[in-house]
């Protein structure tokens, strides 16, 4: 046994033990540590046969680890840690995203530094100036993934631009095309015109914003009238071919089917008649563009119209646009109102609230334009999918996001997976001399068939698109473990065990993991997805860097250490709901972790230098506290398995918390302290020291998953053989018939401390006022736990006397406190004033009075209920509802005094 030193210096021991574990290996599911046990009872080692695997959600590679990112991988990694000391082999596969339009940004920027673009550079350059980049400055956040102690095998490192991942792509890409699920089509999409790339539209976020609504008139060709539509785009009308009237319309009946005169261009737009035109909206003329608009372009379909696509790739006007060609849009759109106005065609225009789209990824307004892309038909994909969820083949947790899921995949369109970049996997499809489509694994296999095809060589020219990086991430949980080989990691840890993620990434991410999942090896990527809440600031806003309320992790290790961090976020994570983040709970958490250090300090301090745990523990002559902790150790470990294997992170925290600084140092510690300075007997001192070092090694290994560094430190200095991260968690204990009844005599003495404390604290009797204590109750454990251990009970109560009395009649001054098997009397009589204590309480109850009236009449103006967070409303309900409840238990005691 090694003293520790007075201080937890959490830098120090975090850089020591992650290069430790790091170097020999231990996170590789191939590590075989020798077990030796120093248990309860007879032990025989665990044979390690159930797998156990996380594949990690992949970064960005070009992210710094945000609260997000420090939430979703601490739970992986109690899971994964957990898992492993359980027995598991366990594989956490780590692993970081190309993360193709983001990435590609950073690059282009550093390139513009320096005078020059992509373009300058040709494809190849660029493309190998990317890599580059990613070496050199691409790999941070996998050393702020160290940082937060993270158990990941870092030999099966992925990365989503891997080789072997890329074969994966091209393979599944031909697969889905040779069934008819991958397709290429021309039709609608979100254009960005800031990146120049097509955008799904889950990648695309939708808001409100107030705008106008602007109305123009079309001539008609025969100049016997005009027709007023009603625009928010004005800018939209130069791809205008049609004005559409609801076919029971009495305004327009007449005029369906004349032809209308484009004020500034050689262009004739027709009204047509169709019955999903809204009446009420606008002058109930709508203007239809086919080519940048959603339901225009399917109106369109319907009237089979042409559709004119006005915009280049910078959503700039286009010679389709005439003499306004070259404006860019919003310049247009004031260009073309003015030119109306010059026309006498204008008239007029009203506020607006309409919603816009925005492109995720660079923000600006995204552009409805007509473009040729690649799709994936998810209709036969997502009806697998839904099936794999419904049966239970994957268990979400909590189970309300499952009629989220449902609905979203029970409306899904096809995917549109062509990107307009450089940075990712480029489509695997060659063209012929006729545009004739070759999809196929390789250039030399697209050749091959276009010679098959021609009946000659031909150039084929490849499609210099890239597939959507939500394309390669949906193979992540497969594709990193070697497929389309058929690889020993794949037969063992696929399908992995959880998926943890957040809900905003449900559709973009996890549904499409199954589709392909499903698709590819007929299996579902894994078991159960744990959907978890989002981190936010201490208003309950969301942390977002446009707020200013950003959280670095990195700056909250340092300041509180990985551990208090680590546990502070899964203490804080109830089941589908969001946490807030709390400088007063760190603390806390960080108080928890000096709590374990300094505990642990007083068990080694009081071991001898030779101290050898024995070999069956029930065999010494142990004493009631001693069962008593060695079964509330037991119902921990019981209780938190369950929780662990049903997500419930906030429950298995309080759990391992309480077991700490509630039962181990405030009760057992305090129980023993006697004992352990031999004032008793050897005997009972080489009890309490045995039973003290099994349990302070089980509570090491309960807590390691949530705070891996401070137990680990501790276990090294404790004697253990090997690391504790592959050390066995603690066995179930069996107490004898007899050991349980100490253990229960003992919680019901704990009892009765709590209830004398609670009656000193409601009579207000100063710490050093001494009590007399008297038990009523029909109980024997009581009384032999009381003749044991009289001495440290009074101590703990702060009593001066303690007796058990089944037949017991209260004294008129005594105060009352029920527990499970009887009730505490303490008499009041000789210890306070009755009339002092009295007008002290009413005192105290004016005072509250005071209090709740204000608290009522601030909680009941509508100004600040409307003004104020709603953080900030609840803290004041929950001030309120304190105060009567403390009001409420002063005004018993006045009744009780008063009697």
């Known amino acids: 046994?090694?003293?520790?030193?007075?201080?937890?210096?959490?830098?120090?021991?975090?850089?020591?033990?992650?290069?430790?574990?790091?170097?020999?290996?231990?996170?590789?599911?191939?590590?075989?540590?020798?077990?030796?046990?120093?248990?309860?009872?007879?032990?025989?080692?665990?044979?390690?046969?159930?797998?156990?695997?996380?594949?990690?959600?992949?970064?960005?590679?070009?992210?710094?680890?945000?609260?997000?990112?420090?939430?979703?991988?601490?739970?992986?990694?109690?899971?994964?840690?957990?898992?492993?000391?359980?027995?598991?082999?366990?594989?956490?596969?780590?692993?970081?995203?190309?993360?193709?339009?983001?990435?590609?940004?950073?690059?282009?920027?550093?390139?513009?530094?320096?005078?020059?673009?992509?373009?300058?550079?040709?494809?190849?350059?660029?493309?190998?100036?990317?890599?580059?980049?990613?070496?050199?400055?691409?790999?941070?956040?996998?050393?702020?993934?160290?940082?937060?102690?993270?158990?990941?095998?870092?030999?099966?490192?992925?990365?989503?631009?891997?080789?072997?991942?890329?074969?994966?792509?091209?393979?599944?890409?031909?697969?889905?095309?040779?069934?008819?699920?991958?397709?290429?089509?021309?039709?609608?999409?979100?254009?960005?015109?800031?990146?120049?790339?097509?955008?799904?539209?889950?990648?695309?976020?939708?808001?409100?914003?107030?705008?106008?609504?602007?109305?123009?008139?079309?001539?008609?060709?025969?100049?016997?009238?005009?027709?007023?539509?009603?625009?928010?785009?004005?800018?939209?009308?130069?791809?205008?071919?049609?004005?559409?009237?609801?076919?029971?319309?009495?305004r327009y009946k007449a005029l369906i089917g004349k032809v209308l005169r484009h004020p500034f261009l050689e262009r004739s737009i027709t009204i047509v008649a169709d019955s999903t035109v809204d009446r009420d909206f606008g002058t109930g003329a709508v203007k239809i563009t086919p080519a940048h608009d959603p339901a225009d372009y399917e109106l369109g379909r319907r009237h089979q119209l042409e559709s004119i696509n006005i915009f280049d790739e910078s959503a700039c006007i286009n010679a389709a646009g005439g003499k306004f060609a070259g404006l860019d849009r919003f310049k247009a759109r004031v260009a073309i109102k003015e030119a109306l106005a010059g026309l006498g065609l204008e008239r007029g225009s009203q506020k607006h609230t309409m919603a816009v789209g925005r492109s995720e990824r660079s923000g600006v307004i995204v552009e409805p334009m007509i473009s040729t892309q690649w799709f994936v038909r998810v209709g036969p994909l997502a009806a697998e999918a839904i099936k794999a969820v419904?049966?239970?083949?994957?268990?979400?947790?909590?189970?309300?996001?499952?009629?989220?899921?449902?609905?979203?995949?029970?409306?899904?369109?096809?995917?549109?997976?062509?990107?307009?970049?450089?940075?990712?996997?480029?489509?695997?499809?060659?063209?012929?001399?006729?545009?004739?489509?070759?999809?196929?694994?390789?250039?030399?296999?697209?050749?091959?068939?276009?010679?098959?095809?021609?009946?000659?060589?031909?150039?084929?020219?490849?499609?210099?698109?890239?597939?959507?990086?939500?394309?390669?991430?949906?193979?992540?949980?497969f594709s990193t473990m070697g497929w389309p080989e058929k690889t020993a990691d794949l037969r063992d840890f696929y399908p992995t065990t959880v998926l943890v993620t957040a809900f905003d990434i449900i559709f973009f991410w996890v549904a499409r993991m199954i589709m392909f999942g499903l698709f590819a090896l007929k299996k579902p990527p894994f078991k159960t997805v744990y959907i978890h809440g989002l981190m936010r600031d201490e208003q309950g806003r969301k942390i977002s860097k446009s707020l200013g309320n950003n959280i670095d992790p990195l700056d909250i290790i340092e300041e509180y250490g990985a551990d208090a961090y680590r546990f502070f976020l899964t203490a804080t994570i109830a089941e589908g709901k969001d946490s807030k983040y709390s400088h007063q709970?760190?603390?806390?958490?960080?108080?928890?972790?000096?709590?374990?250090?300094?505990?642990?300090?007083?068990?080694?301090?009081?071991?001898?230098?030779?101290?050898?745990?024995?070999?069956?523990?029930?065999?010494?002559?142990?004493?009631?506290?001693?069962?008593?902790?060695?079964?509330?150790?037991?119902?921990?470990?019981e209780s938190l398995e369950d929780a662990l294997d049903n997500c419930k992170f906030h429950l298995a925290s309080e759990m391992v918390y309480q077991l700490v600084w509630n039962q181990f140092c405030d009760w057992y510690i305090e129980l023993i302290k006697p004992r352990m300075f031999g004032k008793i007997s050897v005997e009972s001192q080489q009890a309490a020291q045995a039973t003290a070092h099994k349990v302070l090694k089980d509570i090491l290994s309960l807590l390691h998953p949530f705070t891996p560094y401070v137990t680990e430190e501790i276990y090294e200095h404790l004697g253990g053989e090997h690391l504790l991260t592959v050390s066995s968690w603690p066995r179930p204990i069996k107490l004898s018939a007899s050991g349980r009844r100490a253990a229960h005599g003992l919680k019901l003495v704990q009892e009765v401390v709590v209830a004398a404390r609670s009656l000193r604290a409601e009579a207000g009797l100063p710490p050093d006022r001494k009590m007399d204590l008297v038990i009523r109750s029909t109980d024997r454990s009581i009384?032999?736990?009381?003749?044991?251990?009289?001495?440290?009970?009074?101590?703990?109560?702060?009593?001066?006397?303690?007796?058990?009395?089944?037949?017991?009649?209260?004294?008129?001054?005594d105060a009352m406190s029920p527990f499970s098997a009887g009730e505490v009397f303490v008499p009041l009589g000789?210890?306070?004033?009755?009339?002092?204590?009295?007008?002290?309480?009413?005192?105290?109850i004016a005072e509250l009075d005071r209090y709740i009236q204000g608290q009522e009449s601030k909680l009941g103006n509508e100004s600040f209920l409307s003004r104020a967070p709603s953080a900030v409303v609840e803290q004041e309900r929950e001030r309120l509802k304190e105060a009567q409840e403390k009001k409420s238990k002063i005004a018993q005691a006045i009744e009780r005094y008063s009697s």
């Open 1 to 250: 046994m090694r003293e520790l030193s007075s201080r937890y210096d959490h830098r120090a021991i975090e850089k020591k033990w992650y290069e430790t574990w790091e170097k020999s290996g231990v996170f590789n599911p191939d590590f075989e540590p020798t077990e030796s046990a120093d248990s309860v009872g007879p032990a025989k080692r665990k044979v390690r046969r159930k797998t156990f695997s996380i594949v990690i959600p992949p970064p960005n590679v070009t992210g710094q680890l945000h609260v997000g990112h420090a939430l979703n991988h601490t739970i992986q990694d109690v899971l994964v840690r957990a898992a492993r000391k359980r027995g598991f082999r366990t594989l956490y596969l780590p692993g970081t995203d190309h993360a193709g339009i983001a990435t590609q940004a950073r690059v282009e920027k550093n390139l513009k530094e320096e005078g020059l673009s992509r373009q300058d550079l040709g494809r190849e350059e660029f493309i190998r100036r990317v890599r580059d980049w990613k070496e050199h400055s691409g790999g941070l956040i996998t050393s702020q993934m160290r940082k937060m102690g993270l158990s990941v095998d870092w030999s099966r490192e992925r990365f989503t631009m891997d080789e072997g991942l890329s074969r994966a792509v091209v393979r599944i890409f031909n697969d889905l095309y040779s069934q008819g699920l991958v397709y290429r089509d021309t039709r609608l999409v979100n254009w960005d015109p800031q990146t120049h790339t097509v955008l799904s539209d889950l990648e695309v976020i939708h808001e409100e914003m107030q705008g106008e609504l602007y109305s123009f008139a079309y001539p008609l060709a025969d100049g016997s009238g005009e027709i007023v539509v009603a625009t928010t785009r004005p800018e939209t009308m130069l791809g205008d071919v049609a004005v559409a009237v609801h076919p029971d319309d009495e």
């Open 390 to 477: 419904e049966s239970g083949a994957i268990r979400m947790i909590p189970e309300v996001r499952r009629n989220m899921y449902f609905s979203w995949m029970r409306e899904i369109k096809d995917w549109c997976i062509s990107r307009q970049l450089w940075w990712g996997h480029q489509i695997p499809a060659w063209y012929g001399p006729d545009e004739t489509v070759f999809v196929a694994l390789s250039e030399e296999e697209a050749l091959a068939a276009a010679r098959k095809h021609y009946g000659q060589d031909v150039v084929l020219r490849r499609d210099p698109d890239v597939l959507d990086t939500w394309f390669s991430s949906a193979l992540w949980p």
């Open 830 to 844: 000789t210890l306070i004033d009755p009339g002092k204590e009295l007008a002290r309480m009413q005192k105290e």
């Open 783 to 813: 009384q032999a736990v009381l003749k044991q251990k009289e001495a440290a009970l009074l101590r703990l109560a702060g009593a001066a006397s303690i007796s058990v009395q089944a037949g017991y009649t209260p004294l008129k001054g």
């Open 585 to 637: 709970r760190l603390k806390g958490y960080k108080n928890f972790i000096n709590k374990i250090w300094n505990s642990s300090r007083f068990v080694l301090l009081n071991l001898p230098a030779d101290f050898q745990p024995p070999e069956d523990l029930l065999a010494l002559p142990l004493e009631q506290e001693d069962f008593w902790i060695l079964s509330e150790l037991d119902q921990t470990r």
